[in-house]
């Protein structure tokens, strides 16, 4: 049976899910995730990712504590 190719909207993700396409673009990833998936990247790959979310998130969260100030 083969598999149904999901098509991803990018423009209809959460800010959180656009983060992480965006990074994925930043490293040059975006091609792999768009034709294979996030399954087709190693865990090294996925964890950078992730770990590069989590930065910016942080960041982002100082400018706004910042920002209030």
């Known amino acids: 049976m083969a598999k149904k190719e999901k098509k991803i909207k990018l423009?209809?993700?959460?800010?959180?899910?656009?983060?992480?396409?965006?990074?994925?673009?930043?490293?040059?990833?975006?091609?792999?995730?768009?034709?294979?998936?996030?399954?087709?990247?190693s865990a090294k790959e996925t964890g950078r990712?992730?770990?590069l979310m989590t930065?910016?998130?942080r960041e982002m969260k100082m400018e706004a504590l910042k920002e209030t100030k």
Do not use: C, F, H, N
Not at 22 to 32: K, V
């Open 11 to 41: 423009d209809e993700l959460t800010p959180e899910e656009q983060l992480k396409y965006e990074i994925a673009e930043e490293l040059g990833l975006m091609d792999r995730v768009l034709k294979d998936g996030w399954k087709s990247l």
């Open 55 to 57: 930065k910016k998130k």
């Open 49 to 51: 990712v992730g770990g």
